[in-house]
């Protein structure tokens, strides 16, 4: 009877829905058992805390942590385990779950190994309860009816909380990403560049034409050079979105010159049917730049005369 209450419990634990709440007991019967239950738990802390941190260490899980940051871990995910049994509220278990997540993510801990440890307490205290009811089974059973529901669901909540930190966390992380791929720099007054490599996908390009208007707007400018010399090739939806961007930074009061079009780019751009009499393009960066101060106002000296100059 023993082991077919295991498994029972093994097969819920295979709902990972998100719970804010553990429902409340049915009837008095059931409070009294979580009653009892966490009584158990607390009682012998010390000693199920200390199993559970040998069997983490026995499954080689939290490799990326010392033992002392482990089992100050394990002792506050205990703690409020236990508080969860009593209370029902699970709002500072996922609260936790999302701190400890932030902190140990960046240090390369998975989510099947979060899930892991979770799930070697359950079994540690349903073991602690077989020995404690070994003698009673009919008790030991309403016991694990009072206790399993609880226990999934907390590690439910525990598996949900730590996939969403993650998944927010690697959002976070694919941003910075895009924002250091295409940074708008201010090379004199009203002039910014925006050097493009690599890839352009649709998401990426929004992203550009967002950064550069900002960039327009907070820096008052009057000419945008745009180089593209690093971007192999853009298909027709991305080069419908530069053509959208220089567009939108004309209706900001600011020149778009392209520099850098391949001939792979520009055959895009016909095909499209965009207009490259209407777009202001300019063959290389260095090119682009004396226009825009040439656009700007400034006296363009070239180079070779200036070395000819008397010192």
Known sequence: ?????????????????????????????????????????????????????????????????????????????YDNYVEVLETGAVEALQAYARDLSERIIPRGVETDEVVGIVLLLRDVLARSLFAKYQTDFQLLNRILDAYEPAANRIANT??????????????????????????????????????????????????????????????RAKV???????VAAMDATVANHLVQTVEASRLLGATVIVTGLSPEIAQTLVTIGVDLGKMNTVGDLQGGIEEAERLLGYKVTPFSEVSQQPI
């Not at 209450?5 to 009837?27: A, L, Q």
């Not at 239950?37 to 983490?56: D, F, G, P, S, Y």
């Not at 966390?169 to 009203?190: H, M």
């Not at 945008?224 to 690093?230: H, K, L, M, P, Q």
């Open 224 to 230: 945008v050079v745009i180089d593209i010399t690093g």
């Open 158 to 219: 525990v598996a949900v909380g730590f996939v969403q930190e993650r998944e927010r966390i690697i959002r976070q992380q694919q941003e910075a990403i895009r924002e250091l791929s295409t940074p708008v720099l201010q090379v004199r007054e009203r002039l910014l560049i925006l050097p493009i490599i690599g890839v352009i996908d649709s998401q990426r390009a929004r992203q550009l034409t967002e950064q550069l208007l900002r960039g327009i707007r907070t820096n």
């Open 1 to 77: 009877m023993g082991d077919q209450k295991v498994k029972r419990s093994e097969d819920k634990g295979k709902d990972i829905s998100p719970v804010r709440k553990i429902p409340p007991p049915d009837d008095e019967s059931t409070v009294s058992l979580l009653r009892e239950l966490v009584n158990h738990l607390r009682k012998n802390r010390t000693q199920l805390r200390e199993e559970w941190a040998r069997r983490i260490t026995a499954a080689k899980l939290l490799g990326a942590m010392t033992s002392e940051e482990m089992f100050a871990e394990a002792t506050s995910v």
